[in-house]
């Protein structure tokens, strides 16, 4: 595809509910990363996969926090019992191959929890 | 625990001026330092750095790394409205190629 894609861009959720975000990578992009951004902060780690394999996920930050991508392309991002703090923008990246550092953004999924 | 620190974290200046964005960073086996733009959507590349002491140039942006004192500065001269965004330093460590982020800088350009 063009460029990393996500969705939905905007979610509207009620504490408590869960979500479920989606990122389309670009094809053939072999790693896959999820960032968290809150409102005037900088992107930070959540997770990391190696085609279908999640090497790091060290930045999840509790264990309502799941991510998976099972055929190694398209990945999903959920958080289960969502509280306010959840509330911020979800940044999906991919990079061509494992030596690089060069990440490739989509716009994002921004979470609203209520 | 590494970190990355940005200044300032916000800037206005008039059209026309030149600015210097600061970036210092603590990343364990450090490799690169990567500038981004983000606008109202996805953070998008500017320049990464590996190398101390070699400016990276495009149109009128420029940076340069210093790998001994551990920070970056982003250039931007004749500045242009369209330069308005938030500014992102990130540092990649080897071995791991997730990107430890800044704050950002915020930059406004008014006319």
């Known amino acids: 595809g063009a460029g990393v894609s996500q969705s939905p861009r905007y979610k509207v959720a009620k504490r408590g509910q869960d979500v479920a975000l989606r990122c389309d990578p670009i094809?053939?992009?072999?790693?896959l990363f999820w960032y968290q951004q809150a409102l005037g902060q900088g992107p930070e780690f959540l997770t990391y996969?190696?085609?279908?394999?999640?090497?790091?996920k060290s930045g999840l930050p509790s264990d309502r926090f799941f991510a998976e991508r099972p055929e190694g392309s398209v990945s999903t991002l959920k958080i289960q019992r969502t509280q306010q703090e959840d509330s911020a923008v979800y940044l999906c990246?991919?990079?061509?191959?494992?030596?690089?550092?060069?990440?490739?953004f989509g716009p994002g999924t921004r979470l609203t929890v209520t | 625990e590494d970190k990355v620190v940005q200044s300032p974290l916000s800037l206005v200046v008039h059209e026309g001026d030149t600015v210097t964005l600061n970036c210092s960073y603590e990343v364990t086996n450090f490799r690169s330092l990567l500038w981004y733009k983000q606008e109202k959507k996805a953070p998008t590349f500017l320049f990464m750095l590996?190398?101390?002491?070699i400016e990276k140039k495009s149109g009128r942006l420029s940076s340069i790394l210093d790998k001994k004192e551990l920070f970056s500065i982003l250039n931007i001269t004749a500045t242009q409205t369209g330069d308005s965004a938030i500014y992102l330093c990130a540092g990649g460590g080897q071995g791991a190629q997730k990107l430890v982020f800044g704050q950002g800088t915020r930059l406004t350009i008014n006319p």
């Open positions: 590996t190398s101390s002491g």
């Open positions: 094809s053939g992009h072999v790693s």
């Open positions: 996969f190696q085609n279908e394999a999640q090497l790091d």
């Open positions: 990246a991919s990079i061509p191959t494992g030596g690089s550092y060069e990440q490739y």
